[in-house]
Each structure stands twice: as C-alpha cells, then as structure tokens.
C-alpha cells in the first residue's frame, strides 16, 4: 500500500497569507495526486486534481505542484472560508489512501 | 445533475449486519467506477471499496472479508452490505465517484452507522 505522509498537522495563518501544505508518498506516483476541503459537518470538496489541476468552480488562489513522490497544495492568500480540514489522497493504485489531513485555522 | 443519496445508515450492535443504499442519478452507475469512503468521529478520509465498470471490486484490508460492495443496474443504486460489523466500523459512510483519474468529484451526503450495544 502507497503510505501518505502530509504536513503540517495543523496551522494557524491570517487572512491574505500564503500557506502550504505538503503531501509525500512512499512510492512514484506518476502524478494521480488529489486534493480535498472538508470544513466541519459538511461533505470533502475536490480542489486539486491530477496534481494540479483546478477543479471547475474552485478558487484561483489555490494551487498544486510535485511530482513523483512530493506534492504541495498552496493557498496563495489565505481567506476566512479556506478554514477546515485539507486532505491528499493518492488515486495511482489500490488502495486508495489519503494523507491524515491538515487543520487549517484562521487567526 | 448528478446526485448520489445514501440510506440504511444506523445504530447497530457489535456483530450485526447493515446494507447502505446509495441512489444515483444524472450518470449511470454501472458505466462508472464507484466507491465507498468513511469517516470515524473526528477522524481523517479511510478509503473502504472500489467497483469497476466491468464489475471487479477491491476492499480495504480493514473490511475485507466482511463488507460487499455490489450494485443493482436496474436501480442505478450502489450498495454496501456490512457484516460483522465492530465497533470501528462507527462512522459516516461517503458514497462517491471516481472521475477521469480517479479523483473524487461526486460524493453522497453520507450514512452514519453507530456500532454499539
């Protein structure tokens, strides 16, 4: 199984910061990287696809980057509704798996 | 538009069984590869099953063995039978479609099983 290591855990940035956020995987993954916002109660949203292609309706300020085994997902100004929980998920082989997530907070 | 309603969700004891339902519509099930996702308590993603277009199914380690994943062509419906269910198996089931690189564009608004005597 293709382990997911993701990075922070949690921050704590303000409104128009840049944050990152990191995704490795233990093994080549030619690229099948995904992104996902969950906020609290409500249903994963798909942000990032294919590395980094934007989802239709997604925001311009977030973007993904990597290859191989190391991903980014970055927030190029961080706003108040980009609270939440950030998730990687690999989809190059099965099982699927996704990283444990990163606590997005808004100072 | 597509949609995708899950139902069978519940409390449930230890041992039992439960089949969620997930109605899809604006696609067709049997022509997609569809997947089921859960989420414990405040607790990450954990992907559980995966069926193919030409009907091969694939199970996490956690729940293989246990769960099915099948389908029903005539009800546009995915299922998810769970048998011997344990108390982590308690939480929010996601019903869900792979797109073109198996990205998850489509989820269900998802079921709850509580295990627990």
């Known amino acids: 199984d293709i382990q997911m290591t993701q990075s922070p855990s949690s921050l704590s940035a303000s409104e128009g910061d840049r944050v990152t956020i990191t995704c490795r995987t233990s093994?080549?993954?030619?690229?099948?990287l995904n992104w996902y916002h969950q906020k609290p109660g409500k249903v994963p949203k798909l942000l990032i696809y294919a590395t980094s292609k934007l989802q239709s309706g997604v925001p311009s300020r977030f973007s993904g980057s990597g290859s191989a085994t190391d991903f980014t997902l970055t927030i190029s100004s961080l706003q108040p509704e980009d609270f939440g929980t950030y998730y990687c998920?690999?989809?190059?082989?099965?099982?699927?798996?996704f990283g444990q997530g990163t606590k997005v907070e808004i100072k | 538009e597509v949609q995708l309603v899950e139902s069978g969700g519940g409390l449930v004891q230890p041992g039992g069984s439960l089949r969620l339902s997930c109605a899809a519509s604006?696609?067709?099930?049997?022509?997609?590869?569809m997947t089921w996702i859960r989420q414990a308590p405040g607790k990450g993603l954990e992907w559980v099953s995966l069926i193919y277009s030409n009907g091969s199914t694939y199970y996490a380690d956690s729940v293989k063995g246990r769960f099915t994943i099948s389908r029903d062509n005539s009800k546009n419906t995915l299922y998810l039978q769970m048998n011997g269910l344990r108390a982590e198996d308690t939480a929010v089931y996601y019903c869900?479609?792979?797109?073109?690189?198996?990205?998850?564009?489509?989820w269900g608004q998802g079921a709850l099983v509580t295990v627990s005597s």
């Open positions: 869900a479609r792979e797109r073109a690189v198996a990205e998850i564009a489509y």
């Open positions: 604006g696609f067709i099930v049997s022509t997609n590869y």
């Open positions: 998920q690999q989809s190059y082989s099965i099982p699927r798996t």
């Open positions: 093994q080549n993954i030619r690229g099948f």
